[in-house]
């Protein structure tokens, strides 16, 4: 059983396009994430939820926007999609917030 | 904002040392060490929480100086399974619940 999965692995679509990728968490985790990584492999944190309470990284733009149906999932939305939004996206759960990262194996989002 | 990281690359023959840095110009509460291997996820290595703390996990261990807002990860007897990127993340006092990584640190080691 993977402890963090993410849907799809692979997605590639036209610019203007919305996109979403799905992440469940099957660890009874409190927090869950957003990161992205890009072509030069920096690590980027966009989201963090736990309890309902969400913490946005300022420099995210409004076109990503998490969702949450339960505390076992957390799920992207992105609107508009653009170049540069081209990156791996990893999902990560932590037991209490700031403690060890489990991360999902990724999703890898191509947009030309 | 984001820690630094260095070096940036390091290349090693099977048994050497290596040392990887990670600073902060802000205060920080904690520090993690993760690696990640070329085509996967990173995975947690361990996490540092109090200032002049270190830890170990087999020949790899780290320190944290709160005071001086740095942390270091020792590899000693590197091996081949060693190679990947490691980064550095820190959780700063007061910044919420989120983690922000520096900018890796690219570790090969060849036989």
């Known amino acids: 059983d993977t402890a963090v999965s993410q849907t799809p692995k692979y997605l590639v679509t036209q610019m203007g396009n919305d996109k979403s990728i799905k992440c469940e968490q099957n660890l009874g985790h409190d927090t869950m994430y957003w990161y992205k990584q890009d072509s030069k492999k920096f690590l980027k944190i966009m989201f963090s939820y736990n309890n309902k309470e969400l913490i946005i990284n300022e420099t995210v733009p409004n076109r990503f926007s998490p969702k949450s149906p339960d505390k076992a999932h957390l799920n992207l939305h992105i609107n508009s999609l653009e170049l540069g939004d081209s990156a791996v996206y990893f999902c990560?759960?932590?037991?209490?917030?700031?403690?060890?990262?489990?991360f999902g194996e990724g999703s890898r989002l191509t947009v030309l | 904002q984001q820690p630094v990281q260095s070096p940036q690359a390091v290349i090693l023959r099977e048994g050497e040392d290596a040392v990887i840095n990670c600073s902060s110009s802000k205060a920080l509460y904690s520090v993690h060490w993760y690696r990640q291997k070329h085509g996967e996820a990173p995975v947690f290595l361990m996490i540092?929480?109090?200032?002049?703390e270190q830890k170990g996990h087999d020949k790899i261990s780290a320190s944290f100086n709160e005071k001086k807002q740095q942390s270091s990860l020792y590899l000693t007897a590197s091996q081949l399974s060693y190679s990947g990127t490691y980064f550095c993340?820190?959780?700063?006092?007061?910044?919420?619940?989120?983690?922000?990584f520096g900018g890796g640190t690219r570790l090969m080691v060849k036989p």
């Open positions: 990560a759960s932590s037991q209490v917030a700031g403690g060890e990262l489990f």
């Open positions: 993340g820190t959780l700063r006092r007061n910044a919420g619940n989120m983690l922000t």
């Open positions: 540092l929480l109090k200032g002049g």
